[in-house]
């Protein structure tokens, strides 16, 4: 079955990490760029990280210097590194194979002292 499933959401402190991953089924992993996005209460699904299939890197402006998008092609996963995490980083992260267009069904992060 083709899918993606999240994991490592929860509730921490501001200044606090987690790491989420993202474990893929059903297609050749290898060949999948990969992103993160987000979507906040009441706000729109936002881009947060992509990593193409030779892992170059892109980060959305707010989560620069505090996330880590890494992959891991044995193991079909991908990878959310988040430290420094702020109030604001608070949102519903889905994974994203960007073709032909797949979504995970979303994991919570809560950063909230």
């Known amino acids: 079955q083709v899918q993606l499933t999240e994991s490592g959401g929860g509730s921490v402190q501001p200044g606090g990490s987690l790491r989420l991953a993202c474990a893929a089924s059903?297609?050749?992993?290898?060949?999948?760029?990969m992103r993160w996005y987000r979507q906040a209460p009441g706000k729109e699904r936002e881009f947060v990280a992509l990593?193409?299939?030779?892992?170059?890197?892109n980060y959305a402006d707010s989560v620069k210097g505090r996330f880590t998008i890494f992959r891991d092609n044995a193991g079909n996963t991908v990878y959310l590194q988040m430290n420094s995490l702020k109030p604001e980083d608070t949102a519903v992260y889905y994974c994203n194979r960007a073709t032909p267009e797949l979504w995970g069904q979303g994991t919570l992060v809560t950063v909230s002292s």
């Open positions: 990593i193409t299939t030779t892992s170059v890197r």
């Open positions: 059903g297609f050749d992993f290898r060949f999948a760029h």
